[in-house]
C-alpha cells in the first residue's frame, strides 16, 4: 500500500499482480486497483469501516476527475453511516415525483410505495426482501411489474441522491406483465 500521490505515469507502469488484485492508495484515501489482466480501476475507501467505492476504470476516467469524484465521495462518507428510515425517503421522493410528472404517475408511485415498500432502514434492504415482498404478487401480474418498476425507480432515485450506494434490484428484469388492451 503506498502513500504517495497517484500520477498517470506511476499509474501507467504498474505492474499487474501474479494473481488476484493489488491496491495502490494515496494519502487523500483515493487509489488504483490493478487486476491480474491488468484492468485498472480507481477505487475510494470511506468511513472509519474503510469500505472501498469503485469510482471507475482508468483512462476512461482521467485522474482528475476520478480525485474530484473521491473527494465528493469522502466529503459525503457520513451520509452512508446514518440511518435513513424508507418512509423518510418515500416522501422526499414523492416530493420530487409531484414536481416533475403527470399527477397519475405521482398517485401510481404513491400507492405501489406505501403499499409496497418495507418500511425499514433503507441500507439494509436487500435483493431477497424486495423479492419475498414480489413473490407475493406472482398471482397478479400486472401488479407484480408495476410493483417492480416503481421499486426499480425508487432505489435508482436513492443512489443518485447518495442514500444508498447501489440499487439491490438493479438488472432484475420486470416480472410480471402487462396485458394492453
Known sequence: ???????DLAIQKL???????????EPSGLG???S??????FVVQLGSQRRR???GRYPQLSLKAARAKAMMFINHADRYAVS???????????EDVRNRRKPRTYNDYKRMLEKHFPKMDIQSI??????NIMKGYSHRPGELFHITAVFKTFLNWCVQQDYIEFNPIAGLRNTGRVNHR
Open 15 to 25: 505492474p499487474a499482480p501474479q494473481s488476484g488484485q493489488k491496491v495502490y492508495y
Open 84 to 94: 435513513y428510515k424508507s418512509e423518510m425517503l418515500i416522501e422526499e421522493f414523492l
Open 53 to 55: 467505492k469503485t469510482l
Open 32 to 34: 488504483i486497483r490493478v
Open 126 to 131: 436487500d435483493r431477497a426482501t424486495l423479492r
Open 1 to 7: 500500500m503506498t502513500q504517495k500521490p497517484l500520477t
Open 36 to 41: 491480474q489482466g491488468g484492468t485498472k480501476s
